[in-house]
């Protein structure tokens, strides 16, 4: 896996860049200091030291390359695994969520989930938090038992929508739905189950905005 990863980063590289990068490693490890541009250009004969700048400047595009951009002395390379690392989230991660019939549920806070922010598709904030689902009530919007639910707290929830809500002090996980006139309810996603009218009080605690999914072995 680790050789994949390599043989593949590295083929996004030209001969040149991968020699101009070899060549700056090998310094630093020789001499603890990275080569200026002036000997970069030297030691590959280019006709100005601009050619060295240019190389350098699209090893740094690349992501293979840190330090300031007209400082030679500051470069350092990076390894594959440390030019692909992308921006990590922690949504804190507030138990489970019953996604069948509805349940007198508290809410515990049991550790995080952590995603690179790309792959997850928003970007977080401190009203994000996570619910693992327990039960097959919204199969039909291919939530399943175990996945990672993501939601938003605060947003107002549109029709149609997957919440997290309170209805009648019981948690639950459903869809979101208000028709002209009527009050809000939820529907559940599998016909095994019924929608849902709140007799008291309906509560949106968090509107789905992600979801994650762990593959099981």
């Known amino acids: 896996m680790i050789l994949y990863v390599c043989l593949v980063f590295m083929k996004t590289l030209t001969?040149?860049?991968?020699?101009?990068?070899?060549?700056?490693?090998?310094?630093?490890e020789r001499l603890g200091v990275p080569p200026t541009f002036r000997e970069i250009a030297s030691h590959f004969r280019?006709?100005?030291?601009?050619?060295?700048?240019?190389?350098?400047?699209?090893l740094r595009r690349k992501g293979v390359l840190a330090g300031e951009r007209r400082r030679a002395r500051a470069l350092r390379p990076l390894s594959p695994w440390q030019?692909?690392?992308?921006?990590?989230?922690?949504?804190?991660?507030?138990?489970?969520?019953?996604?069948?019939?509805?349940?007198?549920?508290?809410?515990?806070?049991?550790?995080?989930?952590?995603?690179?922010?790309?792959?997850?598709?928003?970007?977080?904030?401190?009203r994000t938090f996570a619910l693992r689902v327990r039960g097959d009530s919204m199969i039909g919007r291919h939530i399943c038992d175990g996945d990672y639910v993501v939601f938003e707290h605060g947003k107002t929830p549109r029709p149609g929508d997957v919440v997290a809500a309170l209805i009648d002090n019981e948690s639950t996980l459903k869809t979101f739905v208000q028709e002209r006139n009527q009050a809000p309810y939820l529907r559940?996603?599998?016909?095994?189950?019924?929608?849902?009218?709140?007799?008291?009080?309906?509560?949106?605690?968090?509107?789905?905005v992600g979801l994650l999914r762990r593959m099981k072995t």
């Open 15 to 28: 001969p040149r860049q991968l020699q101009v990068l070899g060549f700056i490693q090998a310094q630093i």
């Open 46 to 58: 280019f006709r100005s030291v601009k050619a060295a700048v240019d190389h350098v400047a699209a």
């Open 83 to 126: 030019a692909l690392r992308r921006p990590m989230a922690h949504i804190p991660l507030f138990g489970s969520i019953p996604a069948g019939r509805a349940e007198d549920r508290g809410q515990e806070t049991s550790g995080c989930v952590s995603v690179d922010i790309e792959s997850l598709g928003i970007r977080p904030t401190a």
């Open 188 to 208: 559940a996603e599998n016909p095994k189950y019924p929608q849902l009218h709140p007799v008291g009080e309906l509560v949106i605690q968090g509107v789905m």
